[in-house]
T-cell receptor
Framework: AQSVTQPDIHITVSEGASLELRCNYSYGATPYLFWYVQSPGQGLQLLLKYFSGDTLVQGIKGFEAEFKRSQSSFNLRKPSVHWSDAAEYFCAVGSYSSASKIIFGSGTRLSIRP | EAGVAQSPRYKIIEKRQSVAFWCNPISGHATLYWYQQILGQGPKLLIQ????????DSQLPKDRFSAERLKGVDSTLKIQPAKLEDSAVYLC??????????FGPGTRLTVT
């Protein structure tokens, strides 16, 4: 069965520091992978997705993620965070055969230290 | 392009009352989803429609939850009767050709 693990419930980084949010997935077939961001009181906004091809994926707002099949990981990175990046981040996995159905991780809450 | 619209944004009801949520997907999106997001958790799929047909409702508590998508556009999700554990944010999403899902702002339900 598909599953997604985000091991960090809450992370605090200083403004201007680099960021890495971890995501591990479990799925037997070729996965489709997503990162979504949710600001307080808002719906989910897609940051980036991986379907195939280059394993380093660029997204919006300066985010990138790298798909590592050998580690079953899809970690999200940003070289320099801004106060506006404070939000909840969700990793999600779908299948090649049924990309329309995706499973979400439990999320990582990001706080920014001034 | 207009995004996914949901209403109401907030709702407070007492247990055993009924409530309904409305969703208008992005124009032309054939697939519509309803998710339940309990505080501190990721969204959990309740039901998925393809046009006006149900694709997956395996996680929908059918004794109290119902959903419909008449004419393959707007959708409503109903809870009757509500329980305390139904307090959550209900998210609607839509997609075209089963790829990226676009989410609405959600409805925050509080059951007292």
């Amino acid at each position: 069965a598909q599953s997604v693990t985000q091991p960090d419930i809450h992370i605090t980084v200083s403004e201007g520091a680099s960021l890495e949010l971890r995501c591990n997935y479990s799925y037997g077939a070729t996965p489709y992978l997503f990162w979504y961001v949710q600001s307080p009181g808002q719906g989910l906004q897609l940051l980036l997705k991986y379907f195939s091809g280059d394993t380093l994926v660029q997204g919006i707002k300066g985010f990138e993620a790298e798909f590592k099949r050998s580690q079953s990981s899809f970690n999200l990175r940003k070289p320099s965070v801004h106060w506006s990046d404070a939000a909840e981040y969700f990793c999600a996995v779908g299948s090649y055969s049924s990309a329309s159905k995706i499973i979400f991780g439990s999320g990582t809450r990001l706080s920014i230290r001034p | 392009e207009a995004g996914v619209a949901q209403s109401p944004r907030y709702k407070i009801i007492e247990k055993r009352q009924s409530v309904a949520f409305w969703c208008n997907p992005i124009s032309g999106h054939a697939t519509l989803y309803w998710y339940q997001q309990i505080l501190g958790q990721g969204p959990k799929l309740l039901i998925q429609f393809q046009n006006n047909g149900v694709v997956d409702d395996s996680q929908l508590p059918k004794d109290r939850f119902s959903a419909e998508r008449l004419k393959g556009v707007d959708s409503t999700l109903k809870i009757q009767p509500a329980k305390l554990e139904d307090s959550a944010v209900y998210l609607c999403a839509s997609s075209s050709a089963g790829t990226v899902q676009y989410f609405g702002p959600g409805t925050r339900l509080t059951v007292t």
